[in-house]
């Protein structure tokens, strides 16, 4: 007979909840560095909500105008964008191995990529209108579509430096400032767009302008603020946030080796997405509307996610700068614990209770406008409720071997499924078979959970473990 020692077990379960939770690693360590995080990212799917609200409120136009162009936007940023704020994990990485010296300098690597993506998108204001012309939308639709990305082209200078610059704080585990930036221009953001969208306290009445030059002006502050903030004497001094302006060629090329793929993957992303979002509105106003509207009460729940993944990739590269790759592999099983919680939650609220997500949209749009897209959000959000619980694992798993420096192979992943999971599909469904929105849905939440899967089995492989992006103190030496 086998005697167990019940305080022994009694022990063990007991102390597994104090280690999660306080242990290196754990809940409490990963909480404090995601939470600003995450409200930082909230205030933005907040600000985004409320752009998408006031364009319903506006015109149906407006609004099924807004995801197009907005989308097309930031597939090309997000080319810049993803290696700018991959800058964050060489600062998390300098600062996991003690050298801070080298921080500064990393950041101005970072804003050479910023004033890059200025002059690209500058470049391609004249192109827009012929681009919209052939995406065979509503003429009306068209020239809303036009409008918006040539004016969101100008901020596209500010909204990649505020990426870079953000990394400074997020990557030495100090989110404080990010947060209350996030949140000063969210709140600027919606202010000018009640203004400028309906010409309110004496500001022009720009409709779908308004909204886009709340955004290049609201970038423009925060980029301010953090200039500000990384002038001061003291991280001058123990940072280079000033000395350190130059070109550095190997640094630099080290941000683009590691960043480099890191873009590629944001740009294939969007672009995805973005043939998606094209096709869908040649199905008409209403599905592209619909398909807007359930995108942007995701981002609800997607962006503050966004900002646990943000958590790990930092805490991932400062525990492997200081080679402790098993802290690493613990914050994101942490992460994936506490995000599937919420994101359980909010799928059970999108397929019981969709209808408090869509009254901010309805309350002030023409009802019987709105009825239909309404109808069609509603069945909408039941799709996203079955991916989100994948995106769980790609948002943590994915960020886990980005912090590593694995950016390749997400790389490699996104242009596959991008590609042959996502765009194909969708064209060959919609344009060639001529099937209905549904169909074009059930494309979206196939792609969305083989990414998931893919992330987490490259997860378990353990081939990040070994990898680093910063170079050794001997080759600085």
């Keep these: 007979m086998i005697f167990v020692d019940q305080g022994t077990i009694s022990k063990k379960l007991t102390r597994y909840p104090r280690e999660r939770w306080a242990g290196d690693g754990g809940y409490r360590q990963l909480s404090a560095l995601a939470i600003p ?50 800058v964050g994990t060489f600062v998390a990485q300098y600062h996991g191995a003690g050298r801070p010296e080298r921080i500064g300098p990393s950041i101005w690597q970072g804003m050479y990529v910023s004033a890059l993506a200025w002059i690209v ?33 100008l901020g596209a200078g500010p909204m990649v430096a505020g990426g870079t610059l953000g990394g400074f704080f997020s990557g030495r585990g100090r989110a404080g400032p990010v947060m209350w930036i996030s949140f000063l221009t969210s709140i600027i953001n919606v202010g000018l767009n009640y203004a400028l969208i309906f010409g309110k306290f004496g500001a022009p009445e720009w409709g779908i302008a308004g909204a886009a030059w709340a955004t290049v002006i609201s970038s423009g502050i925060g980029v301010s603020v953090y200039i500000g903030l990384l002038m001061r004497p003291e991280f ?20 683009f080796k590691f960043g480099g793929p890191n873009g590629v993957q944001f740009f294939l992303e969007h672009l995805g997405f973005t043939l998606f979002i094209l096709l869908v509105g040649r199905l008409g106003l209403i599905e592209l509307a619909a398909t807007n509207i359930a995108f942007n009460v995701n981002m609800l729940a997607f962006m503050p996610m966004m900002g646990f993944g943000m958590a790990l990739s930092i805490l991932v590269g400062q525990n492997l700068g200081r080679d402790r790759p098993d802290l690493a592999s613990r914050s994101v099983y942490s992460g994936l614990q506490l995000t599937f919680v ?31 897209i309404a109808e069609k959000t509603t ?30 192979f997400v790389m490699y992943m996104i242009t596959a499924l991008s590609i042959f999971a996502l765009a194909l599909p969708t064209y060959l469904a919609l344009v060639v078979f001529h099937k209905g929105l549904y ?15 893919a992330f987490w089995l490259r997860f378990l492989t353990g081939k990040w473990k070994s990898m680093r992006v910063i170079e050794s103190s001997a080759q600085i030496d």
């Design 37 to 86: 995080l995450v409200l930082g990212t909230g205030a933005v799917a907040i600000q985004h909500f409320i752009d998408r609200m006031f364009l319903a409120w506006y015109s149906s136009e407006a609004l099924a105008a807004a995801m197009p162009a907005g989308i097309v936007h930031y597939t090309v940023m997000g080319l810049f964008m993803g290696m700018a704020t991959y």
């Design 121 to 153: 998108h500058l470049l391609l204001i004249p192109f827009a209108p012929k681009f919209f012309a052939t995406v065979g939308h509503a003429p009306d639709v068209m020239v809303l579509e036009t409008q918006y990305f040539q004016i969101l082209c």
């Design 379 to 408: 069945i909408l959000l039941k799709f996203v409720a079955v991916y989100l619980i994948f995106d769980t694992l790609s948002i943590n798993f994915a960020a886990g071997i980005k912090g590593a420096g694995d950016t390749k």
């Design 236 to 255: 001058r001094k123990k940072f280079n946030t000033l000395s350190g302006w130059r070109l550095d060629p190997e640094l630099f090329y080290r941000v």
């Design 342 to 372: 919420y994101m359980a939650v909010i799928a059970l609220l999108y397929i019981f209770a969709p209808g408090i997500f869509l009254l901010p949209f309805e309350s002030q749009a023409d009802p019987a406008t709105f009825a239909p």
């Design 439 to 453: 169909t074009a849905w059930v494309i979206a939440t196939t792609h969305i959970s083989l990414m998931g899967v």
